[in-house]
């Protein structure tokens, strides 16, 4: 069975610096797509970021890089750069080639401060 | 362009009612899938629809149902509502074949309250 482990309920950073949001999953299907998303308290899921996993490089969207470690099996976000508004709920998310849904995590909820 | 409309925004319903949630997808996109989300968790599949049939389903019991019309508009039904229905339901659209590597557009959910 798939699945999604986020083990930070919370993170601090200060605006203008970096921060990593820690993901590791758990598949045994060969062809896999893992995801992130940024839910703010409006509730809406925001895409970020997506990798696949026969990509060599590591994906990367403007201020957001994810961090891909196939043998490890994580995938951290990083957010270059912090802005108030990446305040939000981070979540992780994993697909795969059999089934065309996403598991989720628990998430990590960042609190960006000036 | 439109992304994804959920309506209503919010609810409440008295344990044992009905309620249906309404779904419109963003344009161009063929496939609508809905996701329970519990306070503090992370979003749960219920089932997704492609050509107005039930293409996959999650954990979910029969309570749960759904349907897809021809302009690829959805609906979330839940029967005999318990307390612990009460959740944030997202629906997310994609074209079909394509969410798995470009993720899909979620709207912004319809908060569900059962009391």
């Known amino acids: 069975a798939q699945k999604i482990t986020q083990t930070q309920p919370g993170m601090f950073v200060q605006e203008k610096e970096a921060v990593t949001l820690d993901c590791t999953y758990d598949?045994?299907?060969?062809?896999?797509?893992l995801f992130w998303y940024k839910q703010p308290s409006s509730g809406e899921m925001i895409f970020l970021i997506y990798q696949g996993s026969y990509d060599q490089q590591n994906a990367t969207e403007g201020r957001y890089s994810l961090n891909f470690q196939k043998a490890r099996k994580s995938a951290n976000l990083v957010i270059s750069a912090s802005q108030l508004g990446d305040s939000a709920m981070y979540f992780c998310?994993?697909?795969?080639?059999?089934?065309?849904?996403?598991?989720f995590g628990t998430g990590t909820r960042l609190q960006v401060f000036p | 362009d439109a992304g994804v409309t959920q309506s209503p925004t919010h609810l409440i319903k008295t344990r044992g009612q009905q309620v249906t949630l309404r779904c419109s997808p963003k344009s161009g996109h063929d496939t609508v899938s809905w996701y329970q989300q519990a306070l503090g968790q992370g979003p749960q599949f219920i089932f997704q629809?492609?050509?107005?049939?039930?293409?996959q389903r999650g954990n979910f019991p029969d309570r749960f149902s759904g349907h897809q019309f021809p302009n690829y508009s959805s609906e979330l039904n839940v029967n005999a509502l318990l307390l612990g229905d009460s959740a944030l339901y997202l629906c997310a659209s994609s074209l079909a074949g394509t969410g798995t590597n470009y993720g899909y557009t979620f709207g912004s959910g319809t908060r569900l309250t059962v009391v």
């Open positions: 998310a994993m697909s795969s080639d059999n089934t065309d849904k996403l598991i």
């Open positions: 598949t045994s299907d060969p062809s896999y797509g």
């Open positions: 629809y492609y050509e107005e049939e039930e293409r």
